[in-house]
């Protein structure tokens, strides 16, 4: 009985203290108890931001589910749907195909990157430059196509885009329109494993030809301007469809055949109503794609684990944690 009488004044203090650091856990918790189900892109080196993101979401309190490895065409349905609430990895206007699954119920908000994230088709540079190569209508021309035929079946090899890709359908489309078809062959496998065959031809001084996007490991393998140069569509430039000033490319303006992207992230509305500091977090945060870049190069050369890619992400928010710390105050504010 002594003792729990002695008690009593103690636990009236902490009662006293858990009620006085309530209001603070709330504000720098707005997550707690809540979770997020998030998904991210099968293409690797989207997964850097989407841990970035993750752990961001985190330190407001969340508890995050996956990310779920999703092609396109299942997330933005799911997004659509609620059946899962975002990612990091969208890529507009080439994802502009799948609007019509989602923009009744999902979103766009903020960007990861805005602008910059440049596509198109690649040629090893020595080979440009024997064979004058400026466009994909020159794969047309037999001795171009028997330089580029690693596989002997009469057509140019291409790395292109593993189905449910974007890029897979813009990719289907430049080849219909300009008549190409039955000029080039599409490798649709494993990107990566495509990719790594084709550097590897590049060094044994074979022709290559590929499709690409920037950010990513392929321009650190294979540096722009010196091992390869980008390529045109074949159409005349007009100030709609070219870009002046793209590094390395055979022509300026540069007819690439895609416009600069923003990687996006996309959520379910009703999710960012639901949660007013994930929505502000999404509009306020962003990494350069230098940083992307150089993450990418890094998983390229093996580290690629997903306990490396956990440590990139928590060394990147450490790098700029003053930053990140600006995002998540504004992101705490937004949910009192």
Known sequence: ?????????????????????????????????????????TWDTGWFHSEIYKQM???????VEGPTTLDNPPFYQAVGYGDVDLWVNGWFPIHDTYRPTFEETAEIVGAVAAGGALQGYLVDKA????????????????????????DGDGKADLVACPPGWGCEVAIEDHLTEYELKDHINEIKASYSASMA????????????LFYTWTPNWTVNELKLGEDVVWIQVPEDATDENAAAGIDACV???????????????????????????????LKTASIPLDDIF????????????????KKQASDWISENQDTVDSWLEEARAAAE
């Open 294 to 309: 150089a993450q990418n190069s890094a998983m390229n050369d093996g580290a690629d684990s997903p306990e490396d890619i």
């Open 127 to 150: 080979s440009a430059e024997k064979f004058d190569i400026k466009t994909l209508d020159d794969f047309k021309r037999d001795d171009v196509k028997e330089a580029f035929d690693r």
């Open 57 to 63: 979401f985190e330190e407001l309190g969340y508890t």
């Open 251 to 281: 022509a300026d303006p540069c007819v690439m055949g895609f416009e600069a992207n923003d990687i996006v992230p996309v959520a379910n509305s009703e999710f960012l109503e639901e949660n007013p500091a994930v929505a502000t977090l």
């Open 197 to 208: 065959d084709a550097v590897a031809a590049y060094e044994s001084g074979e022709p290559i």
């Open 1 to 41: 009985m002594i003792g729990l009488k002695k008690s009593i004044p103690a636990i009236a203090a902490l009662a006293l203290l858990g009620s006085a650091a309530m209001p603070a856990m709330a504000q720098d918790g707005p997550g707690a108890g809540k979770t997020i189900k998030m998904a991210q892109a």
